[in-house]
């Protein structure tokens, strides 16, 4: 799903509720998790999971088309792990995952 289907999506859902409502509410909670992942901290949303973020060290990497060692440098990535909630009602159909619409591309 993107960003305008899951827009779309809550805007059908909710009709008291106009498009550029919903779309500036996305907009503030999506900017929220990001402005506090950037301060460092973690952001739990119960039941669904909790972002963090997490420092990768520098290292020595190689270009895949050349073989030559490049330098990596240190850096912060984001990472998610999801609530027991989420993993749960995920399993509840026997394991199955539906496949993304554009996997028979």
Known sequence: MTRSELIAELARRNPHLMQRDVEAIITTVFDE?????????????????????????ARTGRNPRTGVAVEVSEKVVPFFK?????????NQGGGRVAQPASAGR
């Open 33 to 57: 998790i990001v402005a506090a992942l950037a301060q460092g901290n973690r952001v739990e949303l119960r039941g669904f999971g909790a972002f963090s973020v997490k420092k990768r060290d």
């Open 82 to 90: 999801a609530g027991k909630d989420l993993r749960e009602r995920l």
